[in-house]
Structures are given as C-alpha cells and as structure tokens.
C-alpha cells in the first residue's frame, strides 16, 4: 500500500503492476486448498502477496517469487524477511520469461502476470511470443498484452501434474490476440484447462485498473489432456 501511495497508477502503468488484493489471493488459494505442491513459483510476484500465502498455506513447499522490478524486489525481500520466511520464500530478481523451471517436484505457477500494453512491450519480447506459439502450431498476434506472454512461458515450464493459477485481464476471452491462448488451452496435449472464473464486469477486483478479470486454472495431466482432446474433436 506504501508503494502505492509513493508511485501512482500512471507512474506504475508501464510495468504493469498492479496489485493483489488480499481478497482476491485468499480465494486463489483457497480454489487450491485440496492439492499439494512441492514448488510454488510465483510470477512477477509484487511485494509478495501471492509468495507469503502460499508459503503459510503450503509449509512444506519451497517457494520462488519471481519479480524484475528492482525496487518492488527490494521491497519483497523486506516483507519475505519481516514474514519470517526468509527460509523458504526465495527472490528470484528476474522477468518471468526467462525463468529456468524448477529441476524437481510438483509445482504450482501462481500469481498475478504484470498487465503491459502491447505498445509497451519490446519487439523483441513480442517476435519470441510469437515463436514460442509457433512452435506449438498456433498463430499468435504480437498486439498481446505481457500476461498472456507470461501464461506461455509459464505453460513452456510446465511438466506432468504441474499446476497453473493465474489472474488476469478477461479481454484474451474474446478478442483477436486472445486466440492464442484459447487455442492453446484447448490443445489434447496442451496445459489442461481446469476451469475459468470471470469476475464480474460491475465488480471491478483491481481499485486502480479498469479492467474486466478472469482467474484461469490449468493442470498439466493426462486425464486432462484427455478431456481437452475430446472437446476438441467434439468442435
């Protein structure tokens, strides 16, 4: 909330952060309460909503925040040390899209992708989007917005049983650049959509982003991968 009040939503609209509210991480967490997870990374973890929680609610997890702003890292690594899980919650200073996935262990990819204009995003970062979806058979737009980059890198992480849980803009539902993420969604030997929860366009979750927004839950399985495979066949 401090850094906030210090660096305004224009100021921080270019990096895309906006965060969590604790209502929202709460209800995240609790969707999961059922699964256990040997890993939760977080990515472009904030000042560690997402990190902190996750790490009460999973004690035996090893938990990697995942954050390229230098100041909100520094800032994280404060709330990690004040939270008194310095030993458990690591602060990976990086942008998620470069992240090497853990080497072992069943691992929840959890948080709240930073939401940058794809007028904000490097040419570069944009024609590496667009490969990472080719190589998958699909076309995708470079007029994408970050977080849905971050859901293909985190998708690109994934192995067997690893779980996703992100929030983000619902606009991918039904816009143009959207169908690259509903392709891959769909895909029989895709991420394994679990379920989708949309928010209630009158019910804005974020106080300082006037965006609609959906929670996409996705388990990489074969029993998923099954069911996707069928609706597949079924359109």
Same mark, same amino acid.
């Given at each position: 909330?401090?850094?906030? =009040?210090?660096?305004?939503? +224009?100021?921080? =609209? /270019?990096?895309?952060?906006?965060?969590?509210?604790t $209502? $929202? +991480?709460?209800?995240? *967490?609790?969707?999961?309460?059922?699964?256990?997870?040997?890993?939760? +990374?977080?990515?472009?973890?904030?000042?560690?909503?997402?990190?902190?929680?996750?790490?009460?609610?999973?004690?035996?997890?090893? +938990?990697?925040?995942?954050?390229s702003h230098?100041?909100?890292?520094? *800032?994280?690594?404060?709330?990690?040390?004040?939270?008194?899980?310095?030993?458990?919650i690591?602060?990976?200073?990086?942008?998620?899209?470069?992240?090497? /996935?853990p080497?072992?262990?069943r691992?929840?990819?959890?948080?709240?992708?930073p939401?940058? =204009?794809?007028?904000d995003?490097? &040419?570069?970062? !944009?024609?590496g989007?667009? !490969?990472?979806?080719?190589?998958?058979?699909?076309? &995708?737009?470079? $007029?994408? @917005?970050?977080?849905?980059?971050?859901?293909?890198?985190a998708?690109?992480?994934?192995?067997?049983?690893?779980?996703l849980?992100f929030?983000?803009?619902?606009?991918w539902?039904?816009n143009?650049?959207?169908? &690259?993420?509903?392709?891959?969604?769909?895909?029989?030997?895709?991420?394994? $959509?679990?379920?989708?929860?949309? /928010?209630?366009? @009158?019910?804005?979750?974020?106080s300082?982003?006037?965006?609609?927004?959906?929670?996409?839950?996705?388990?990489?399985?074969?029993? /998923?991968?099954?069911?996707?495979? =069928?609706?597949?066949?079924r &359109?």
């Open positions: 909330d401090a850094f906030c =009040r210090d660096n305004d939503a +224009v100021a921080r =609209r /270019a990096h895309g952060i906006t965060l969590t509210p $209502l $929202l +991480v709460e209800a995240m *967490l609790g969707a999961l309460k059922d699964e256990s997870f040997d890993t939760i +990374v977080d990515a472009g973890a904030g000042s560690g909503r997402f990190a902190i929680a996750a790490a009460a609610r999973w004690p035996r997890a090893q +938990v990697l925040a995942v954050e230098p100041q909100v890292a520094a *800032l994280l690594r404060q709330r990690v040390r004040e939270s008194g899980l310095a030993s458990r690591e602060v990976i200073e990086r942008d998620f899209r470069e992240f090497e /996935a080497a072992t262990g691992t929840l990819y959890l948080g709240n992708p939401y940058v =204009r794809h007028h995003i490097d &040419a570069a970062w !944009k024609e989007y667009a !490969k990472g979806m080719a190589a998958r058979g699909i076309r &995708a737009s470079q $007029l994408a @917005g970050l977080h849905a980059h971050f859901v293909l890198a998708t690109q992480c994934m192995r067997e049983g690893d779980a849980c929030v983000t803009a619902a606009e539902l039904d143009g650049y959207g169908s &690259a993420l509903r392709s891959l969604l769909s895909q029989a030997d895709g991420p394994g $959509l679990r379920g989708l929860w949309v /928010a209630d366009a @009158g019910q804005p979750v974020f300082d982003a006037l965006v609609s927004s959906v929670v996409l839950w996705a388990q990489r399985c074969e029993a /998923a991968q099954a069911v996707m495979g =069928r609706i597949a066949e &359109a």
